[in-house]
């Protein structure tokens, strides 16, 4: 092998070194760490860290200003006050700074209308629940990146909920299901933890704790108008730990009422299709029935002839004798 000897300086030389250096961040990045939640963390507590230091100079300048005897020289009593009046302002600093970097750095990645409209093209083209269900986990997974999501709804009896489409879901029992669902008292609003959802979108909230138990964080009913549910659509948190959005509910509302009017026009499919298999089976229930009336009607046909005749022998012919009377009655009985 040819040693040469690098020079920093060289184009070459720094293209040489960028490229594994680049290579490897890249396998740290989509292998072990989530780079998103680092990133927003660090730009959290960074901006954090300067509006505290902000306020403590601004109240600690305020309490030395009114101080006349401390003037030129910062006594314990303001130190104390500026670090209290810093660690009570430092919890809502902290959500409005963690809020602003999500809605600032971590916009919605998608486009809201063509994801709508690629999920409801997708969704009319399926011919069953169990379809339907897949393409609303298969699509909303890939939007929204969540550690788990999945869609339950009753079973073709009607009688136990099923989990029919779901990634990282599979331990759900029907007996969970049944109780999440009872738990849903609103058509319209979603079940979520506390924290789950960006701050003022409204929710209702789970009694207890049953979706942290089932490592869940949001529950939207699936429905087609506001008298009946077809089930509902259950999400984990996502990957990169940022809470839903006001534009990811209005995302999750339009897919989940896509899915429920495309089910609701299946289940009346299966119902129109059902009717006309009992009509036709009606039907040819009738004609059996008619068949074998005919059948019966033929067969009696020739033993009540007979039995008609030898009765009129019998009635009609006066000199006929014992013998013969009882052989035409023992015809007849027979």
Known sequence: ?????????????????????????SIIRYRFLNIDLIFNKSAVYIIVLGA?????AVVLGILTTLDDSLAGRTSLFSSGVAAAAVAFMFEPTRRRVQQFVDRTLFRVRYNYKESVDQLTKKISNAISREQVAGELVDRLSKLLDVSCIGVYGHDRT?????????????????????????????????????????????????????????KLCLVMPIV???????????LGPKRNAICFTQEDVDLLKAATLQAGSAMAKIILREKLVEEQEATRRLAEMNELKSFFVSSVSHELKTPLTSIRMFAELIR?????DEAKKNEYLDIIEG
Request: hydrophobic share 35%; glycine share 8%; charged share 20%.
């Open 316 to 320: 009609d012919q006066q000199d006929l």
């Open 158 to 214: 009607g009688r136990h909920f099923t989990l029919p489409a779901n990634i990282n879901c599979r331990g759900l029992t029907a007996e969970q299901l049944a109780r999440l669902d009872r738990q849903i008292p609103d058509l319209q609003l979603p079940l979520s933890t506390e924290g789950a959802l960006e701050p003022g979108t409204p929710y209702k909230t789970a009694s207890g704790g049953l979706l942290k138990k089932l």
């Open 224 to 234: 087609a108008d506001l008298s009946s549910r077809h089930g509902g659509l259950l």
């Open 52 to 56: 505290m230091l902000l306020i403590y």
């Open 1 to 25: 092998y040819e040693i040469k000897e690098c020079d920093w300086s060289s184009d070459v030389c720094s293209s040489d070194l960028v490229m594994p250096i680049t290579f490897a961040i």
